[in-house]
T-cell receptor, first 112, second 113 residues
Framework: AQRVTQPEKLLSVFKGAPVELKCNYS??????LFWYVQYSRQRLQLLLR??SRESIKGFTADLNKGETSFHLKKPFAQEEDSAMYYC??????????????FGKGTKLSVKP | ETGVTQSPTHLIKTRGQQVTLRCSSQ?????VSWYQQALGQGPQFIFQ???????GRGNFPPRFSGLQFPNYSSELNVNALELDDSALYLC????????????FGSGTRLTVV
């Protein structure tokens, strides 16, 4: 089964503290994983893809195939990082290529 | 470069009615997917269109149908609306199927009463 699990509904940290948003996946084969972010009253935006290995807004994520995880990390949280974060896996429904399987999301709240 | 635009932004329908939601893809994107996002949940894949043909479908009944037009704009049609169809419907476009990240629209909030 193709599945993405985000175990935390809500994560609350203070400004300047490290952040780790957890994501585990279930997939046969080589997964392609993404993190999407949704700021208040804005649309879903791509934050980063594991293939590109970029660091966006100070966030990084490493694919760990052994632990089937793709946790999102940032060393020092900022108040503007407060948002909903979704981990997503590119699936393969009915032979299609490209559809995304999302986790339920984690709401990050960064307190001043 | 234009983004993905969806219309309408909000809609209220009665159970049993039919609804059509519209999406204009980002310029140059030939693949479009539709997602349903219920309150408190992540988006769920409905179906995907590539060059006007459906090329993938999630676990949704046949009363959810779609179209993609030559200009790559798209429609989502839902017949015989049920209360559980109340959700945010997201359209996302991609330059080529199976490559890159999707660009999402702001969504249409559908309420079925």
């Amino acid at each position: 089964a193709q599945r993405v699990t985000q175990p935390e509904k809500l994560l609350s940290v203070f400004k300047g503290a490290p952040v780790e948003l957890k994501c585990n996946y279930s997939y046969s084969g080589s997964p392609e994983l993404f993190w999407y972010v949704q700021y208040s009253r804005q649309r879903l935006q791509l934050l980063l893809r594991h293939i590109s290995r970029e660091s966006i807004k100070g966030f990084t994520a490493d694919l760990n195939k052994g632990e089937t995880s793709f946790h999102l990390k940032k060393p020092f949280a900022q108040e503007e990082d407060s948002a909903m974060y979704y981990c997503a896996l590119r699936g393969n429904y009915g032979g299609s290529q490209g559809n995304l399987i999302f986790g339920k999301g984690t709401k990050l709240s960064v307190k001043p | 470069e234009t983004g993905v635009t969806q219309s309408p932004t909000h809609l209220i329908k009665t159970r049993g009615q039919q609804v059509t939601l519209r999406c204009s893809s980002q310029s140059g994107h030939n693949t479009v997917s539709w997602y349903q996002q219920a309150l408190g949940q992540g988006p769920q894949f409905i179906f995907q269109y590539y060059r006007e043909e459906e090329n993938g479908r999630g676990n949704f009944p046949p009363r959810f149908s779609g179209l993609q037009f030559p200009n790559y704009s798209s429609e989502l049609n839902v017949n015989a609306l049920e209360l559980d169809d109340s959700a945010l419907y997201l359209c996302a476009s991609l330059k080529n199927r199976g490559a890159g990240g999707y660009t999402f629209g702001s969504g249409t909030r559908l309420t079925v009463v």
